[in-house]
C-alpha cells in the first residue's frame, strides 16, 4: 500500500523557518517526481513546487511565489521528501500536501494528510 | 503562467442529477488534465487523468472529455456522496496551475 506521512508543521513568526518531512512507502520512491501543493485557509489549491525524478537528476521546478524561498530535496535512502521553507510569510499559512506523481504530464496520483503551517507574529 | 477557469464555482443539484463542470485553459494543454475532488478536511483525491481515463477504483458515473483548452468534467447521475469541491488542473507546463473549484452542493 503506498502511504505518504506527513510531519513538521506548526506556527512560526513572520521571518522564520520551518522544514516539513514527508516519508513514503509502497513504492519505488526514486522512480517517482515528488511535488508539494498547499492550501490557505478556505482557498483553492496551488501548487508550490516538484523534485524530479533520479532519471532526471533531481532537478527541482518552483511557483513563481516561493521561488528563492523554498527548497525541496529529497533523500532516497531514507525515502523522504522535504519541503525547507525560509523568510516565512503570512500569507505562506496554509495546508501544505505532498503528493506523488509518475512523471512529466502526469497527474498527482497519491496526496499526503497534509500539514498545517501557520505564519503568524 | 497557464490559467484555468472553471464554471459554475458554486453548483446546486439533486440526488440522480446529471451534473457537468467545465474547465478552460488560457492556452493549449493537449489532453494533460487531471480531475480532482475533496471532501471536507480532506486531501484531494485524483478522478481523472489525461482528460478523460478514469482512475482505478472511481465510480463510472465520473467520466471526463475535451482537449487543447476546453474541458468538462460530468457526474451522470449525482449521489450524496459526491458533495465535495472538484478542481481541474492543467499537468502541462510549469507553473503547474489549478482550477479556482467547483462546489457541489446537494
Known amino acids: 500500500e503506498v502511504q505518504l506521512v506527513q510531519s513538521g508543521g506548526g506556527l512560526v513568526q513572520p521571518g522564520g523557518s520551518l522544514r516539513l518531512s514527508c516519508a513514503v512507502s509502497g513504492f519505488t520512491f526514486s522512480d517517482h517526481y515528488m511535488d508539494w501543493v498547499r492550501q490557505a485557509p478556505g482557498k483553492g489549491l496551488e501548487w508550490v513546487g516538484r523534485t524530479k525524478y533520479k532519471a532526471e537528476n533531481y532537478r527541482t521546478e518552483y511557483a513563481a511565489s516561493v521561488k528563492d524561498r523554498f527548497t525541496i530535496s529529497r533523500d532516497d535512502s531514507k525515502n523522504s521528501l522535504y519541503l525547507q521553507m525560509n523568510s516565512l510569510k503570512t500569507e505562506d499559512t496554509a495546508m501544505y500536501y505532498c503528493?506523488?506523481?509518475?512523471?512529466?504530464?502526469?497527474?498527482?496520483?497519491?496526496w499526503g494528510q497534509g500539514t498545517m503551517v501557520t505564519v503568524s507574529s | 503562467d497557464i490559467q484555468m477557469t472553471q464554471s459554475p464555482s458554486t453548483l446546486s443539484a439533486s440526488v440522480g442529477d446529471r451534473v457537468t463542470i467545465t474547465c478552460r485553459a488560457s492556452?493549449?494543454?493537449?489532453?494533460?488534465l487531471a480531475w480532482y475532488q475533496q471532501k471536507p478536511g480532506i486531501a484531494p483525491k485524483l478522478l481523472i487523468y489525461k482528460a478523460s481515463t478514469l482512475e482505478s477504483g472511481v465510480p463510472s458515473r465520473f467520466s471526463g472529455s475535451g482537449s487543447g483548452t476546453q474541458f468538462t468534467l460530468t457526474i451522470s447521475s449525482l449521489q450524496p456522496d459526491d458533495l465535495a469541491t472538484y478542481y481541474c488542473q492543467q499537468c502541462h507546463s510549469y507553473s503547474l496551475t489549478f482550477g479556482g473549484g467547483t462546489k457541489v452542493e446537494i
Open positions: 503528493i506523488k506523481c509518475s512523471g512529466p504530464y502526469s497527474a498527482f496520483e497519491i
Open positions: 492556452q493549449s494543454i493537449s489532453n494533460n
